[in-house]
T-cell receptor
Framework: NAGVTQTPKFQVLKTGQSMTLQCAQD?????MSWYRQDPGMGLRLIHY???????DQGEVPNGYNVSRSTTEDFPLRLLSAAPSQTSVYFC????????????FGDGTRLSIL | AQSVTQLGSHVSVSEGALVLLRCNYS??????LFWYVQYPNQGLQLLLK??????LVKGINGFEAEFKKSETSFHLTKPSAHMSDAAEYFC??????????????FGKGTLLTVNP
């Protein structure tokens, strides 16, 4: 029962570097999303996907790219890391029905120096 | 548009005391409402959800919440706090209907401290 798996758990980058945060779910969920969590800000939606091949922007999409080639995977790409992207990133998934709760991964703690 | 306001970023209670965490929402359509808990260095776990059935919702670990449409509130309560309840709690709203694709909007969180 893996649920939502995020890798890596921790990462330190230098400004300007790029990287991909991985997210995989084994529950055959249609909907997947990425959030960032910053102190005192709650969780803010970066990007989301309602199914393979379909993605859309959330509240704070700048500096991030996503794609969804399979139902299981939803990677988040930082093209050119900036210190303002230092945060904890959470991936979540749920079925296609809006009243179902989202299942969260354990997060990736990212520091940009 | 939808939004969530959690009153009090930090709540401190004694062990055995009542826990009350406040949440008010704004939504132009009937909402789905959720409470999540986050323990240190972990992801979010669902405590309970309101999906337009019963207005009093019971969740895990003895928590419950009451949906009050007239007050646009969904406060979380627990009669007797345990040390293990110390965590951060997030209220969230998802819009039912419309073109929002049921995006989840979170409040800023309330950190619960339980004193022995």
């Amino acid at each position: 029962n893996a649920g939502v798996t995020q890798t890596p758990k921790f990462q330190v980058l230098k400004t300007g570097q790029s990287m991909t945060l991985q997210c995989a779910q084994d529950m055959n969920h249609e909907y997947m999303s990425w959030y960032r969590q910053d102190p005192g800000m709650g969780l803010r939606l970066i990007h989301y996907s309602v199914g393979a091949g379909i993605t859309d922007q959330g509240e704070v999409p700048n500096g991030y790219n996503v794609s969804r080639s399979t139902t299981e995977d939803f990677p988040l790409r930082l093209l050119s890391a900036a210190p303002s992207q230092t945060s904890v990133y959470f991936c979540a998934s749920r079925t296609g029905t809006g009243y179902q709760p989202q299942h969260f991964g354990d997060g990736t703690r990212l520091s940009i120096l | 548009a939808q939004s969530v306001t959690q009153l009090g970023s930090h709540v401190s209670v004694s062990e055995g005391a009542l826990v009350l965490l406040r949440c008010n929402y704004s939504s132009s359509v009937p909402p789905y409402l959720f409470w999540y808990v986050q323990y240190p260095n972990q992801g979010l776990q669902l405590l309970l959800k309101y999906t337009s059935a019963a207005t009093l919702v019971k969740g895990i670990n003895g928590f419950e919440a009451e949906f009050k449409k007239s007050e646009t509130s969904f406060h979380l309560t627990k009669p007797s706090a345990h040390m293990s309840d110390a965590a951060e709690y997030f209220c969230a709203v998802s819009a039912a209907g419309g073109g929002s694709n049921y995006k989840l909007t979170f409040g800023k969180g309330t950190l619960l401290t339980v004193n022995p």
